[in-house]
């Protein structure tokens, strides 16, 4: 290990203690990888980084993702704000933001990891939680984990967007419904060989199981998976640079007012693999 580094908390979270020069040159970028899988999320303070230094930045970790089903932003670029002047096709999705989920589960092959950054902060609120799903699976009883390691769930735009747009129109809607539905284990194994829940808001059902019992034991689970021991909550600061494992966590953000100009720079990296069943 070359990298310094400092656990936030004991099962999630780490900061890294380096510079832009040694994050642009790749050097590290293998240890950032090996970290960021044991971790769930990477940060670290003082990096002054434009947009064309965090693609490059991004691509010392693997593929940077163009947008697997429609193409999003410039060159990879996503700016999560809900100024629709900064982002006029994604804005509409961001009310989703504000409940645990994991990105693009609606894809086969979800992607790998994101690197955000903040361009403009809120005032107040507008922190960013991420939730370890390989620790929280980890602690469940043995017993649990046997049957929910047989469990596929069914994974659709309208679950994760409805609980944030309840009064969605027609248009909204049919935006939902062209987008895939998938079909992903409860509990991947990923090639790394760890396990993880498979959770997030866009979990709309569990196959073959009656609604209310899946409603119920998605609900549990992901109670479970967000209690404060697995749970890092970053407060943002100018010059951030937040990396996360998006197979084996979740995240949310807090409320903030979204008429304060609040933005972030994403650029993400494509998923390296299908979501393996046990
Ligand atoms: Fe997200």
């Known amino acids: ?51 064309e230094q965090q693609r490059a930045f991004t691509r010392t970790l693997g593929n940077l993702r163009l947008g697997a089903v429609k193409k999003e932003g410039e060159e990879g670029l996503m700016k999560v704000t809900f100024d629709k002047k900064e982002n006029p096709t994604y804005a509409e999705f961001f009310p989703g933001t504000f409940f645990w989920h994991m990105d693009g589960t609606y894809e086969a092959i979800p992607p790998f990891a994101t690197v955000l950054t903040p361009r403009v902060l809120s005032p107040s609120g507008g922190q960013t939680e991420f939730a370890n799903n390989y620790a929280a699976y980890d602690d469940l009883p043995d017993s649990e984990k046997a049957s929910l390691e047989k469990l596929q769930v069914v994974h659709t735009m309208q679950a994760s967007q409805l609980p944030a747009i309840p009064d969605a129109t027609v248009a909204q809607f049919a935006l939902w419904h062209s987008y895939p539905v998938r079909t992903h284990p409860l509990v991947w194994r990923h090639q790394s060989g760890r396990k993880s829940l498979v959770l997030s808001t866009s979990a709309s059902h569990i196959v073959g199981m009656h609604p209310a019992e899946s409603h119920a034991l998605l609900r549990r689970l992901t109670s479970w998976a967000t209690q404060p021991q697995y749970v890092y909550q970053h407060t943002w600061q100018m010059n951030d640079l937040l990396i996360w494992d998006n197979t084996g966590t979740m995240h949310r953000v807090l409320p903030y007012d979204l008429d304060c100009g609040r933005r972030l720079h994403r650029f993400t990296l494509d998923g390296e693999e299908t979501v393996a069943s046990v």
């Open 1 to 51: 290990m070359s990298l310094t580094t400092i656990n936030l908390k004991p099962r999630v979270g780490t900061e890294l203690k380096t510079d832009l020069k040694t994050l642009l040159s790749g050097s590290v970028s293998a240890e950032i990888r090996t970290l960021l899988v044991q971790r769930g999320v990477l940060i670290a303070r003082g990096i002054e980084m434009n947009d």
